[in-house]
């Protein structure tokens, strides 16, 4: 048993539908219609790594009569239905806000919605709520700063009370957009405030993608391991702003950084409370492959956060050497560590090479002919 044999990591059912820019959303032959459809495809994703055993679903998104009968459904897949993301970004009403807004009736009304959500986690056994908020202002002086923080705790605190004792609230930060002058929790610091406020079962939710361009996110990982305060992470990766690429793709070593730190912190041990997550928007890539490779970059970058000599570099870093504890770091991050997972996967029953036998089993081309009419899914429906 190594501590990879812990690494699980949830899949967004949005990743599997279409998604795109403010310029184009790019349809693709075989892409899901509905929410049983999504699961099905992220089924495929845990067959082939065994990394991926959970899909997260977003409401209304994959709203559905008997939530039931979704979690059976799932489980005759393999995989279990796990975080349920709340939405309060697409309702005209909450043009100006959700749990910050200043009309009570509209407060009221984004509460509920999380209630629902709450009624969702009831059904299908799930622990986490994920709660992120569009709120925020475009201009200075629109909103209150201080009396929107201050409807927010009052907000957080009614839906917080209506949490299970198995169930979890994670509240998810992001410096920007769509607000462009001020968003409601912009940074971990806020998330945490308003988390510790509530109680031991609120909890911050990182998402790779949702910080200023150079900001140390290995640092922010450490510090919430530290303080017992990381529910979960939203793994994605960007260029330039929340790009929603393929956790990996823009800068490995940067999530290299992150794993260690994962590592250190404990987060991979069996008793972790940390929750591993996707949140990828593939936008012309194909959304299964897209899904196999995010999970195999992260599970690479862990193997190799684990490969790190932690006694040679705790007495490097005691001595003073700097170029010397630099290098027991740089030798991990540059081990090729994907011959052995390729021998491990064949070790647990799985194919070396998932990408390659998802091109071999011909399940792109049998949906591609199966799913023909209906209305694709997509980011937002
Ligand atoms: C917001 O940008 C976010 O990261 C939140 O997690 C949302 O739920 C998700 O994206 C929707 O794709
Ligand atoms: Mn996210």
């Given amino acids: 048993m190594t501590l990879l044999d812990n690494l699980h990591i949830e899949l967004p059912s949005w990743a599997f539908g279409n998604s795109g820019t403010r310029f184009k959303v790019f349809g693709t032959p075989g892409t899901p219609r509905d929410v049983r459809e999504k699961i099905a495809d992220a089924a495929q994703v845990h067959r082939l790594t065994g990394l991926a055993p959970t899909v997260a679903l977003h409401i209304p998104w994959d709203r559905v009569d008997d ?51 709450i009624e969702v986690m009831n059904r299908t056994g799930s622990r986490d709520l994920k709660v992120w908020l569009a709120d925020g202002t475009n201009y200075p002086g629109q909103g209150d700063i201080r009396a929107r923080q201050d409807r927010l705790a009052e907000s957080l605190a009614t839906i917080y009370q209506h949490i299970g004792p198995e169930q979890r609230l994670v509240l998810e ?96 041990d069996s008793d972790s409370p940390v929750a591993f997550m996707l949140d990828q928007c593939h936008n012309v890539e194909e959304k299964i492959p ?66 390659a036998a998802f091109r071999a089993s011909g399940y792109q081309t049998r949906i591609a002919a199966e799913r023909v009419g209906g209305t694709q899914s997509s980011w937002g429906a």
Wanted: charged content about 25%; hydrophobic content about 45%; overall charge negative.
């Fill in 290 to 355: 897209g899904q196999i490779r995010s999970v195999m970059n992260v599970e690479e970058m862990a193997a190799r956060a684990l490969l790190v000599d932690t006694e040679a570099l705790r007495a490097a870093q005691d001595d003073g050497d700097v170029l010397g504890a630099n290098a027991i770091l740089m030798d991990a991050f540059y081990t090729d560590v994907r011959p052995a997972l390729a021998r491990r996967r064949a070790e647990r029953g799985l194919p070396e090479d998932p990408l």
């Fill in 67 to 117: 939530y039931t009968a979704l979690s059976a459904y799932a489980q005759d897949l393999g995989v279990r239905l796990g975080t349920i993301n709340s939405n309060t970004f697409q309702d005209d009403d909450f043009k100006f806000g959700s749990l910050t807004h200043s009309d009570k009736t509209i407060r009221q009304k984004a509460i509920d919605h999380h209630l629902d959500c």
């Fill in 173 to 268: 930060y992001k410096f920007f957009e769509p607000a462009m002058y001020m968003t409601d929790v912009p940074d971990w610091g806020t998330s945490y405030a308003h988390v510790s406020a509530l109680g031991e079962r609120a909890m911050v939710c990182l998402d790779t993608g949702h910080h200023a361009p150079g900001t140390n996110i290995e640092f922010i990982v450490a510090q919430l391991l530290r303080l017992a305060k990381l529910g979960s992470f939203d793994f994605n990766s960007r260029f330039y702003a929340d790009d929603d690429l393929i956790v990996g793709a823009a800068d490995p070593f940067q999530l290299f950084r992150i794993m260690f730190e994962v590592v250190r912190g404990g987060a991979l």
